[in-house]
Nanobody, 114 residues
Framework: QVQLVESGGGLVQPGGSLRLSCAASGNIFSLYTMGWYRQAPGKQRELVAHISPGGSTNYADSVKGRFTISRDNAKNTVYLQIDSLKPEDTAVYYC????????WGQGTQVTVSS
C-alpha cells in the first residue's frame, strides 16, 4: 500500500505562484513515474504533468512554460511549481504514482482569484 499526501495549495491572485508537494510512503518512490492531475468543478480529471524515474517530464499544453514538475527521490517527494497562475487553473490538484493499479493522493485545492 502506498500513501500520497499533497500539500501547498491555497488561494492566490492571478499571476501568482504556488509550490505543491506530494510526499509518498514506502520505498518504491524512485522506481515509478509520478504525476500531477487536476479536476476543476464540473470537469473531468486531467493530466497536468508527469515525471519518469529518470527525470524526463511531460506537460499538458495548457501549462507548458508555467508549471514545472520535479522530484527528490531521497525525500520521496514530487513537486509542482506553478507560476503565472490564471483563474482557469483553479482546481483540486492530485498526485499520482504509476505503481501497480496506481495510487492517488487526497488532493489539494488551488484557487486563483482576485
Amino acid at each position: 500500500q502506498v500513501q500520497l499526501v499533497e500539500s501547498g495549495g491555497g488561494l492566490v491572485q492571478p499571476g501568482g505562484s504556488l509550490r505543491l508537494s506530494c510526499a509518498a510512503s514506502g520505498n518504491i518512490f524512485s522506481l515509478y513515474t509520478m504525476g500531477w492531475y487536476r479536476q476543476a468543478p464540473g470537469k473531468q480529471r486531467e493530466l497536468v504533468a508527469h515525471i519518469s524515474p529518470g527525470g524526463s517530464t511531460n506537460y499538458a499544453d495548457s501549462v507548458k512554460g508555467r508549471f514545472t514538475i520535479s522530484r527528490d527521490n531521497a525525500k520521496n517527494t514530487v513537486y509542482l511549481q506553478i507560476d503565472s497562475l490564471k483563474p482557469e487553473d483553479t482546481a483540486v490538484y492530485y498526485c499520482y504514482i504509476a505503481y501497480r493499479v496506481g495510487y492517488w493522493g487526497q488532493g489539494t485545492q488551488v484557487t486563483v482569484s482576485s
